[in-house]
């Protein structure tokens, strides 16, 4: 047991999952996982382990920001051995071509701050995705008929943006989508040596304000669960 994650030790696989819901996490393990246990609910947190396609996997809530994913991540990797870590997560999509519903994966991911700077100071430190997790879940996602892109997205602190100045910049640099998690991931699996990847779904469109509901956020991101899983295990 850790500060927020009640599993005993050897109750967390190595390959994690990381929605920031976790009702996601709920869905995701029912759907998609056999055998799934709960393994903690500490906050409401929820996180299961089981197996998909005879491979262990644990998918663990993270909640919203990365002071929230810092804490999970520093946890599972840490404290729980956690080898590989998806994040599979919504993100806003700051181009016209990238749609709702499309797939992003995350090969950067910028910000303007995270629980790292401390570390970094005057640094710039780009955050990264893991090639091997990268280049699978890119052949993972061909042809599954689902709109799939590959770049730079921006990991932001706020959801309710008040500069936007900053979008238009990235939009100009050609980010692909707005998150809030995914550069803290990337540099905790850098510092500790793990696999990190994002792979997000676009749920609302900053340049057009189209969005998806709340119900089809929680339940119709299959397409990222299954390439996440199958670029864990390539
Ligand atoms: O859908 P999740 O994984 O929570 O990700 C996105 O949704 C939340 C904001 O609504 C932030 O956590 C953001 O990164
Ligand atoms: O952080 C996020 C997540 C989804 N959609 C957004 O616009 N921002």
Redesign the pocket.
Known sequence: MTFHIGAKPGEIAETVL????PY?ARWAAETFLTDAVLVNEVRGMLGYTGTWKGHRVTIQG????MPSLSIYANELIRDYGAQTLI?????GALQHHVKVRDVVLAMAACTAGSPSRTIFRELNFAPTADFGLLKAAYEAGQGRGVGLHVGAIH?SDT?YDERPDLSEQLQRHGVLAI????AELYTLAARYGRRALAV?TI?DHILTDEALPADQ?ERSFADMIEIALTAAFA
């Not at 993270?62 to 920001?65: D, K, P």
Request: net charge neutral; no cysteine; aromatic share 4%.
């Open positions: 990381l929605p920031g819901d996601r993270s909640g919203m920001g994040r599979i997560g919504s993100a990991s959801f998150e809030m998690e995914a997000l749920s956020r």
